[in-house]
């Protein structure tokens, strides 16, 4: 059974920097790729980033490409999201996802088959 968990998550003044961290069991994230979402109240929940199987390739949404990294420690099974120069509007829910196809690294959200329980992110103006 795969198992996801969200730490790193706080408040922090804007323009300031987070680490959000995702540990996984039950999957190797060196075979699977893995993906970050947010959701803020009233809002449906958005892709930020994924990261391909073993790390070769990552995505970003268009919102975040620049000031968010996304990477992986095969090592220790564990999945980062670097947050820099962070805005009011990065506030959300943060949530790590496994896709149900361990090739997939969209956008969808419907793609993922296992989320973790999420960490808030909240970003003072």
């Known amino acids: 059974q795969v198992q996801l968990e969200e730490t790193g998550g706080g408040l922090v003044p804007a323009g300031g920097s987070l680490r959000l961290s995702c540990a996984a069991s039950?999957?190797?994230?060196?075979?699977?790729?893995m993906g970050w979402f947010r959701q803020a109240p009233g809002k449906e929940r958005q892709f930020v980033a994924a990261?391909?199987?073993?790390?070769?390739?990552?995505y970003y949404d268009a919102s975040v490409k620049g000031r968010f990294t996304i990477s992986g420690d095969n090592a220790r099974n564990m999945i980062y999201l670097e947050m820099n120069s962070l805005k009011p509007e990065d506030k959300a829910v943060y949530f790590c996802?496994?896709?149900?196809?361990?090739?997939?690294?969209?956008?969808?959200?419907?793609?993922?088959?296992?989320w973790g329980p999420g960490t808030q992110v909240t970003v003072s103006s």
């Open positions: 039950g999957r190797s994230i060196s075979t699977s790729a």
């Open positions: 996802a496994a896709p149900d196809a361990y090739c997939y690294a969209g956008a969808s959200a419907g793609g993922y088959a296992v």
């Open positions: 990261i391909t199987a073993g790390g070769s390739g990552d």
